[in-house]
């Protein structure tokens, strides 16, 4: 499951326990549900900085939860519904008012690397831990709004083939190489304390939120447009 704490203005979201936090309908509830709080407690000066407990951010849809539904239309099922349910809470992260940092200190696999690319920088450690986006090793095509999300947020097309269509397994040092994530650590303090820095490095900015908001989303257009998000334009208070 996941816990959410706050220290000055820093919220942390913290998929806890020592599993693969694997995703299935009762955390991707979770997830949103503590997004949305996050979204009304922020306020100018706010930043959100997501990690996890144990050797794995997130190893991608619970498949055993999918492959319980007792046949394989069921577990078909099952697995495009979670597919279905991920989709908002991609939506919660583009959205969100406040400035987001993804401490990867373990495996992120599949949709829980699209987990990690959902939020504006990700840190990640150096020494243990891969990014793996596994649909072409397991047989199941890419849904669109994945899709979207690595060609909104990886610039190199051979960074991006070699992600989907070559099946790599990225470390942290090759991960900065290819411009997946912003930093590579040591270890996972130091991971989540290059976060923590960048965190009160935004933090200080104050920015207006809504601003925020609808500029992340007007980045990535393709990306919003799947997600059903609109742009809205937002003027200041004072001319």
């Given at each position: 499951?996941?816990?959410?704490?706050?220290?000055?203005?820093?919220?942390?979201?913290?998929?806890?326990?020592?599993?693969?936090?694997?995703?299935?309908?009762?955390?991707?509830?979770?997830?949103?549900?503590?997004?949305a709080?996050?979204?009304?407690?922020?306020?100018k000066?706010?930043?959100?900085?997501?990690?996890?407990?144990?050797?794995?951010?997130?190893n991608?849809?619970?498949?055993?939860?999918?492959?319980?539904?007792?046949?394989?239309?069921?577990?078909?099922?099952?697995?495009?519904?979670?597919?279905?349910?991920?989709?908002p809470?991609?939506?919660?992260?583009?959205s969100?008012p406040?400035?987001?940092?993804?401490?990867?200190?373990?495996?992120a696999?599949?949709?829980?690397?699209l987990?990690?690319?959902?939020?504006?920088?990700i840190?990640m450690?150096?020494?243990?831990?891969?990014?793996?986006?596994?649909e072409?090793?397991?047989?199941?095509?890419?849904?669109?709004?994945?899709?979207?999300?690595?060609?909104s947020k990886?610039?190199?097309?051979?960074?991006?083939?070699?992600?989907?269509?070559?099946?790599?397994?990225?470390?942290?040092?090759?991960?900065?190489?290819?411009?997946?994530?912003?930093?590579?650590?040591?270890?996972?303090?130091?991971?989540?304390?290059?976060?923590?820095?960048?965190?009160?490095?935004?933090?200080?900015?104050?920015?207006?939120?809504?601003v925020?908001?609808e500029?992340?989303?007007s980045?990535?257009?393709?990306?919003c447009?799947?997600?059903g998000?609109?742009?809205?334009?937002?003027?200041?208070?004072h001319?």
């Amino acid at each position: 499951m996941c816990t959410l704490e706050k220290t000055g203005n820093i919220f942390y979201l913290t998929l806890t326990g020592d599993d693969e936090h694997r995703l299935n309908p009762t955390l991707i509830a979770t997830l949103r549900s503590t997004l949305a709080q996050v979204k009304s407690q922020s306020v100018k000066g706010s930043v959100l900085i997501t990690k996890a407990d144990g050797r794995f951010f997130s190893n991608g849809f619970d498949l055993k939860y999918a492959q319980a539904g007792g046949s394989e239309k069921a577990a078909a099922d099952r697995l495009m519904n979670m597919v279905d349910l991920l989709k908002p809470v991609v939506a919660d992260f583009m959205s969100l008012p406040i400035p987001t940092i993804a401490a990867v200190t373990g495996h992120a696999a599949a949709a829980g690397l699209l987990l990690a690319m959902s939020h504006d920088y990700i840190t990640m450690r150096s020494d243990k831990g891969v990014l793996y986006m596994s649909e072409l090793d397991i047989g199941m095509t890419l849904p669109d709004y994945f899709m979207a999300m690595i060609r909104s947020k990886i610039g190199s097309a051979g960074a991006r083939r070699d992600l989907v269509l070559k099946t790599a397994k990225i470390r942290g040092e090759e991960a900065v190489r290819m411009g997946m994530v912003d930093s590579a650590h040591g270890t996972a303090e130091e991971t989540v304390d290059a976060a923590v820095r960048l965190a009160e490095e935004l933090g200080k900015k104050r920015w207006d939120g809504k601003v925020y908001a609808e500029i992340r989303k007007s980045l990535f257009p393709e990306l919003c447009g799947l997600l059903g998000l609109k742009d809205v334009a937002v003027l200041p208070s004072h001319l």
